[in-house]
């Protein structure tokens, strides 16, 4: 007999798994009327690697490590292959993070409320603590008793306005994005739409810069006159022989043809050797490198980075029913958690040739609309340089169809961890280095 499972909508829940047990692993839904064991894994989650998991409250989950593909055994007592659970619970913002010894740990907007208001009263009470102490005839143990009592007492208020405060951001955040994608069909639909204005412009080496967000993990800006005539012909003509189709990460640590994404690319490699001959191509790629220098504090250097790609896309009229276009996407990891060391974590885009309909860039999380002119650029960056946290989502952008004419970009994606022994190459889509999910 064949059991139905009701759930109601107000149940579902949003999940995120991070693995960092050292191991490989797969998830598996567990029927609560059978006890089957229903794969949702693709299929297995490398270590380092993340999951989207998308269930309802109560639903439980098993954690399986699996055997290391060189020696075919598990690292548990007796080669035993170590498994734990979670059950999803009512809490929003859930994060499972799979720790050594395929241990998971839950946290949720209880659970990080509880931390911050610990965090909070800490600190609190370590300086109340150090004024008491400077006070004459202050008995130490009676007022550390003290302090303690009252922490214990504010801390479930505090805890409790925190969670609050986290639901409430969620459930914000939830409508902005389920409101973003009537924002991004309108924009791209009506050509009278004007851009987003700037929250403020800014000046970098004679170029107009128009700041439209500037958070700690999301930045977005747009330079005029970023790149010339000269460097634009010298990206396409070296470009030319090499286009093909343009792919996307298929989700496993590889990439394939998608439908989401309708261009031809081209990557192009840089000769350094010629920088001081003036080479356009490499005077542009270093201007680059010496804008996200002039954002980031991090010293980016050219060694390990990936190719500079030229991308192009064609209109084929108002009737095409598959345009040229870039659906909604995130360079690189947008779902706030810790960055993962080589892994993207900056953006330009330069704009060599616009079409006369379509093309403009979205930030649909943002609101933020670009129509950009001809040789300017768009910078994003998309971590904290102080938390090495990532971006939530803000910076989440696509490309709209292109109608008429040709949209002609060169883009280049900036990763920190690379260097000449540990290229971008030396890493797969997933973000893991393939040495190390050849080892797993």
Not at 36 to 48: A, K, R, T, Y
Not at 357 to 384: E, M
Request: hydrophobic share 35%; charged share 25%; glycine share 8%.
């Amino acid at each position: 007999m064949t059991s139905t499972i009701i759930v109601a909508v107000d149940t579902a829940r949003s999940i995120q798994i991070m693995n960092e047990s050292g191991r490989r692993v797969d998830i598996h839904w567990i029927h609560p009327d059978t006890g089957e064991m229903v794969l949702q894994s693709d299929p297995d989650v490398l270590n380092g690697a993340s999951m989207d998991l998308n269930s309802y409250v109560g639903h439980t989950f098993q954690v399986r490590e699996l055997p290391a593909k060189k020696t075919g055994v598990c690292a548990g007592e007796d080669e035993i292959c170590r498994i734990d659970h979670f059950t999803v619970n009512s809490n929003v913002d859930q994060v499972l993070f799979i720790k050594e010894g395929i241990s998971v740990e839950h946290s949720d907007s209880k659970t990080i409320a509880n931390k911050s208001a610990s965090k909070l009263l800490d600190d609190c009470k370590s300086t109340a603590k150090r004024q008491l102490s400077q006070i004459d005839g202050v008995d130490a143990d009676a007022s550390a008793s003290i302090l303690e009592e009252l922490a214990a007492c504010v801390q479930k208020g505090i805890a409790k306005e925190i969670e609050m405060a986290n639901e409430e951001v969620a459930f914000q955040a939830e409508i902005r994005k389920k409101m973003a994608d009537s924002w991004e069909n309108y924009t791209c639909a009506d050509e009278a739409v004007n851009a987003t204005e700037p929250k403020k412009d800014d000046w970098w080496g004679g170029r107009k810069v128009r700041v439209m967000i500037d958070r700690p993990a999301s930045k977005i800006h747009t330079i005029e006159n970023f790149l010339t005539a000269e460097e634009c012909m010298a990206v396409e003509e070296a470009a030319r022989p090499r286009l093909h189709d343009a792919t996307v990460a298929d989700g496993s640590g590889g990439s394939h043809l998608s439908d989401s994404r309708k261009a031809k690319q081209a990557g192009i490699k840089v000769n350094w050797q010629k920088e001081a001959d003036g080479d356009p191509i490499a005077r542009l790629s270093r201007r680059v490198y010496d804008y996200v220098n002039h954002i980031l504090p991090f010293g980016i250097k050219e060694n390990g980075q990936e190719d500079l790609m030229s991308i192009q896309y064609f209109g084929r009229g108002p009737d095409d029913e598959a345009p040229d276009r870039y659906m909604p996407h995130c360079d690189g990891d947008c779902n706030g958690l810790d960055f993962k060391p080589g892994n993207r974590m900056a953006t330009i885009v330069m704009y060599c040739e616009m079409p006369k309909v379509g093309g403009a860039t979205n930030f649909r999380n943002s609101g933020v609309h670009i129509k950009p002119k001809q040789y300017s650029a768009t910078f994003f960056s998309y971590i904290d340089s102080v938390t090495m946290k990532m971006d939530d989502g803000f910076t989440e952008h696509s490309g709209c169809p292109v109608v008429e004419g040709e949209k002609k970009i060169v883009t280049q994606w900036v990763r920190l961890g690379v260097d000449d022994k540990n290229p971008w190459n030396s890493f797969n889509t997933l973000g893991i280095k393939y040495s190390d999910a050849a080892n797993q």
